[in-house]
């Protein structure tokens, strides 16, 4: 599977930035890129800390929306170190066949040897590709399943990935989208505010990551509610779209039928 080059820098969205966004290093592919290469080494031990190992529950939902089923072939796209694509190997099985694809090595590295390092015969079936959710290496209608976690959120066009999650998957399946959740409620929204940056970031700085991880907030801030992402899935062309919020409205996940 060829992988993509990724030499392009975009802004972040088209929107004037907040003022969080402002102390945002942040800006374009290329550094999304860099920032997660720098935390893949953590990543897995911030996320278990931070969420209380609650992220591996919503995983789970994410993957059961996804409707992935013994046999099929399926992508994670953005998998970083690959938590949900395990979960949909073990899905799928030894006769399904599992795609993980980010642009980020780091994390793909980590995503491998923790493969080697499983004994489950079925993560045979996971093959790790370096390539960019904006440009997808595969031909049209080619997935059964398609899953997202925490990634879209971060790609610098999330209307793109979006078309290119349709343009993959076969007619009737779905993508199952999991991420922070945009708020509507204004205590819901003050709540997660605080906890990233009186319990996130603080972790964060332990190791050595607090600007990395201050981008958090502002990423939620410019990111789209749980209606805005029905909109999005539906206008870009998805028969039907449904949005879910779990771990108590921190989190949601869209799940979308081509
Ligand atoms: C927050 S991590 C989520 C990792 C994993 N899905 C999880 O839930 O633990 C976001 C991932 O998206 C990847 N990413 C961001 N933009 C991307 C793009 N345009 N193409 C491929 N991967 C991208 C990053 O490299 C990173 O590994």
Request: charged share 20%; glycine share 8%; proline share 4%.
């Amino acid at each position: 599977m060829a992988s993509v080059h990724l030499s392009f820098c975009q802004l972040a969205g088209n929107r004037p930035p907040s003022h969080r966004s402002r102390r945002l290093p942040v800006r374009c592919a290329d550094d999304r890129q860099a920032l997660f290469n720098r935390i893949a080494p953590v990543y897995d031990n911030l996320n278990d800390l931070l969420s209380l190992g609650q992220h591996r529950v919503w995983k789970r939902m994410a993957v059961s929306w996804s409707g992935a089923k013994v046999g099929d072939n399926v992508l994670d796209l953005c998998c970083g170190s690959g938590d949900l694509a395990f979960l949909m190997s073990e899905k799928v099985g030894p006769t399904g066949k599992v795609i993980g694809l980010d642009f980020s090595k780091e994390q793909l590295l980590i995503a491998a040897s923790r493969q080697h390092s499983r004994p489950k015969a079925c993560y045979k079936n996971i093959k790790w590709v370096e390539g960019d959710a904006l440009n997808l290496p595969f031909s049209d209608s080619y997935f059964d399943a398609v899953t997202i976690g925490y990634g879209l959120r971060n790609v610098v066009d999330k209307q793109k990935a979006m078309k290119e999650m349709y343009r993959v998957l076969r007619p009737g399946s779905k993508v199952s989208v999991l991420d922070f959740n945009k708020s509507t409620n204004p205590f819901t929204a003050s709540f997660q505010e605080w906890v990233i940056d009186t319990v996130v970031v603080p972790a964060a700085t332990g190791f050595g990551l607090a600007k990395e991880y201050r981008y958090l907030n502002s990423s939620i801030q410019e990111f789209l509610t749980g209606k805005e992402l029905e909109k999005l899935a539906l206008e870009t062309g998805f028969s039907n779209a449904r949005y879910f919020e779990v771990g108590g409205g921190l989190m949601g996940n869209l799940v979308a039928t081509r």
